[in-house]
């Protein structure tokens, strides 16, 4: 081969290997953008994720500080309200402490030992009253609070918290009335009961705050669309309440401020009771106010009248008088032979005392088994009532109604308990009692009672 021959083919193996290469290299540069792109993407994904994962921490720190400033808040309101609770508890134990020291001395006059029992007495029940928003209070928390719609009169039931909260108005020389703005049903469909304590805490309010003037009770009922709904207002000349803080009162562990703690005392609970029970009863509760000028407390309820009942006739002279006040019903008891089973020395002699002031013959037994032997030895007629405390040693009030109902008793049992929820009304029942009592006494629902399961009651109670 020539020597020309020889440059050709060498020339056409490097133009080859020359394409080979460059093949190579756009396959590698084609593979390196796309590599690129990859990478571009990755990047992207990754920067979108750093964004999103960045926004959730984001969003997870704002929850934390709003949860962390509502728990410190929480936690405030509760401290305040455990303080207030200590202040209110502690006031009136120190006022029943010292009137107490003051009735034992025996250097004092008979009309001081006297102003000190009514101190004591009046102490005590504002005692039970903080009792029974906390118990409250905390069957509304755990849903056990049940609502019963009956024919309730509602005439009746202002009538009633104008005749509960008299002594009380009376004692700041306030005018306490009930003024019907429009004809009220004679039956309604409601919880009287509830609905009794939503207008006795908000009436107790505004006697507690008002110093001179009035509180009135206004009733009126609407019928939108054919439902029947009963509005009640309550309306006092008092301090009144800043606009700002008119919806405060409301809460659980809180009144207006801590100055109006410091003056008029309180726990802060009423309102927060009222406001939910108006609620389980298909309603609300709203308030307008001027600082100065007195508050204005508007109870709304679901109440289908009950028509076959129809209207209250209006009396125009007697709208806006003051109710006079309800006669007592003061039961004979004279002759009752009562067996009392209790194991409190000094709930023995109280109430032993209270019913034999009242003409009954009582006798007294330390503990249930006590009481069911003495029930089912007695000779004929035996006892006609036996009166009996559910929490005692040796045999509580429960196994011994449900003994002596086994051994064929069948006199009347009436049980006497601090526990005052429903379902230990149900559970004293359930043992065989007929009727339930709670402590602390009151000591004409308790005479009401023993009269009426032993056939003592007088017409009309």
């Known amino acids: 081969m020539t020597a020309e021959g020889v440059h050709e083919r060498r020339a056409a193996r490097e133009r080859a290997a020359r394409k080979q290469a460059e093949a190579l290299l756009e396959q590698k540069s084609l593979e390196l953008y796309l590599a690129n792109q990859d990478l571009t993407r990755a990047r992207d994904e990754l920067e979108l994720r750093v964004a999103e994962r960045t926004r959730e921490l984001q969003q997870v720190n704002s929850e934390l500080r709003s949860a962390k400033e509502a728990a410190e808040a929480a936690s405030q309101a509760k401290t305040t309200f455990l303080a207030n609770m200590s202040h209110e508890i502690r006031t009136p134990m120190t006022a029943i402490l010292g009137y107490a020291d003051l009735a034992l001395d025996p250097t004092e006059t008979s009309e001081r030992r006297f102003e000190a029992a009514e101190i004591i007495k009046r102490n005590g029940e504002h005692l039970l009253e903080i009792l029974d928003d906390i118990l409250d209070l905390s069957k509304l928390e755990a849903g056990r609070v049940s609502i019963e719609r009956i024919p309730v009169d509602p005439v009746e039931i202002l009538e009633d918290v104008v005749d509960l909260m008299r002594v009380r108005a009376a004692a700041k020389a306030l005018n306490l009335t009930m003024e019907p703005r429009s004809r009220l049903p004679r039956a309604v469909l409601t919880d009287p009961t509830r609905l009794r304590q939503i207008l006795v805490n908000i009436v107790g309010n505004a006697i507690k705050f008002t110093e001179v003037g009035s509180v009135t009770l206004i009733g009126e009922f609407l019928a939108p669309s054919g439902a029947g709904r009963l509005r009640i207002h309550v309306v006092d000349t008092g301090v009144g ?221």
Do not use: W
């Open 241 to 461: 309440i800043p606009s700002e803080r008119l919806e405060s009162i409301f809460a659980t562990f809180g009144q207006a401020d801590t100055t109006t703690t410091r003056c008029y005392g309180g726990t802060g609970l009423g309102l927060t009771l009222s406001r939910r029970l108006a609620r389980l009863l298909g309603g609300e509760i709203e308030v307008s106010s001027q600082v100065g000028l007195g508050s204005r407390f508007s109870v709304e309820i679901d109440a289908p009248m009950v028509r076959e009942h129809g209207f209250h006739r209006p009396h125009p002279a007697a709208e806006t008088a003051a109710l006079p006040p309800r006669p007592a019903h003061d039961h004979d008891l004279r002759g009752l032979k009562v067996l009392f089973a209790e194991d409190g020395p000094d709930n023995q002699r109280l109430i032993s005392h209270l019913l034999r002031r009242r003409g009954a013959v009582v006798e007294i037994v330390d503990n249930g088994r006590d009481a069911v032997a003495r029930v089912l030895d007695a000779p004929p007629p035996g006892y006609d009532v036996l009166l009996l405390d559910m929490q005692m040693p040796i045999m509580d009030g429960y196994q011994a109604a449900a003994t002596l109902r086994a051994g064929g008793h069948t006199g009347p049992i009436l049980a006497l308990t601090a526990n005052v929820l429903p379902v230990d009304r149900t559970r004293c029942l359930a043992a065989g009692c007929d009727d339930y009592a709670s402590k602390p006494i009151d000591v004409d629902d308790l005479c009401s009672k023993l009269a009426r399961l032993t056939g003592r009651a007088k017409p009309g109670t």
